[in-house]
């Protein structure tokens, strides 16, 4: 089978391709896209992972699934298109690197200029219905990005994992943090960020002195 994403995330997944999970993962995907209205655009399903080589990786950050909102998911966690109102878990996250960076948050919510620097963006659903959040939950999607989080831990060194709520926390379990850093925090989300949880985390400071100590270029948030 075919898929369609970038060449070195196609031959370090090329195994889970060819699992039946993920047989029957691409058939309901396409079932779903011919019948219901599906976010991302079919060409942005992996764009978490067309933007960021495998060999690019310095940070990954867990999502959960896309917005469900009309032309916002661009197949980045937490990124919405140019031009589209931001979000708040995006209006917090601006508002937190400002405070920890002292820099001037960007009008855009489009992401993909974190994704081009090693960023990896990455949901743990990547496809959902319109208005129904969580809804292509447990279809197979969260066993192929465990697989994807599992080579980068395994496989890579000193790659940085931001890890936001309990969600992300449980998925990064699988992390090997011996060898990686791993920053954990309340979610950006007004609920978790107005008790505390969020707000005061200098996840973005933190992860660029780090890149910084092994060498490596930091990040321009």
Not at 28 to 44: D, M, R
Not at 82 to 109: K, V
Not at 137 to 166: C, R, Y
């Amino acid at each position: 089978m075919d898929v369609r994403i970038e060449p070195s995330w196609k031959k370090i997944l090329h195994d889970e391709f060819e699992k039946p999970y993920f047989e029957q993962l691409v058939q309901f995907v396409k079932q779903e896209y011919a019948a219901q209205t599906i976010y991302p655009p079919a060409s942005k399903i992996f764009a978490a992972f067309d933007n960021t080589p495998f060999d690019e990786v310095k940070v990954v950050i867990i999502g959960q699934d896309p917005y469900h909102g009309s032309n916002q998911a661009n197949g980045l966690c937490f990124s919405v298109s140019d031009g589209i109102p931001l979000p708040p878990s995006l209006q917090n996250i601006y508002r937190e690197i400002q405070q920890d960076l002292n820099i001037t948050s960007p009008l855009s919510g489009n992401l993909e200029r974190w994704a081009k620097q090693g960023v990896f963006l990455l949901n743990d659903v990547l496809t959902v219905r319109r208005a129904t959040p969580a809804s292509h939950k447990g279809k197979g999607w969260e066993i192929f990005t465990d697989a994807a989080i599992q080579k980068i831990s395994d496989e890579k060194e000193h790659v940085v994992f931001l890890l936001w709520g309990s969600y992300a926390q449980k998925k990064g379990a699988i992390i090997d943090s011996s060898k990686h850093l791993v920053l954990k925090s309340g979610h950006p989300s007004p609920m978790s960020a107005n008790r505390g949880y969020w707000f005061g985390n200098r996840h973005f400071s933190q992860t660029n002195a780090y890149l910084q100590n092994l060498g490596l270029t930091p990040i321009i948030w």
